[in-house]
């Protein structure tokens, strides 16, 4: 099992940055690809950024070259670094992680961005 506990949400204006981080424990060991997702009300919950173990990324079109995923391997940590942030970027933002043994998922942090 994976737990995964996401940080860093808030009340940002338009043009402003957050800096989510997202902690895994556990059988961290077996972790691959580790992402960002959101999840806007009446909306389903699109990926956002992916990561993969190797430092591979990818992103959704609407967030390419306003967000930036990293990752510490050695602190089983993901970060995503939000600028330029627009209101329609406002939605919970969920850390999920894939192994060999599962998908799992965090339990959210809300961004809103709003003047």
């Known amino acids: 099992q994976v737990q995964l506990v996401e940080s860093g949400g808030g009340l940002v204006q338009p043009g402003g940055s957050l800096r989510l981080s997202c902690a895994a424990s556990g059988s961290t060991f077996n972790i691959n690809n580790m992402g960002w997702y959101r999840q806007a009300p009446g909306k389903q919950r699109e990926l956002v950024a992916v990561?993969?173990?190797?430092?591979?990324?990818n992103y959704v079109d609407s967030v390419k070259g306003r967000f930036t995923i990293s990752r510490d391997n050695a602190k089983n940590t993901v970060y995503l670094q939000m600028n330029s942030l627009k209101p329609e970027d406002t939605a919970a933002y969920y850390c999920?992680?894939?192994?060999?043994?599962?998908?799992?998922w965090g339990q959210g942090t809300q961004v809103s961005v709003s003047s």
């Open positions: 990561i993969t173990s190797g430092g591979v990324t």
């Open positions: 999920n992680a894939k192994g060999w043994s599962g998908s799992y």
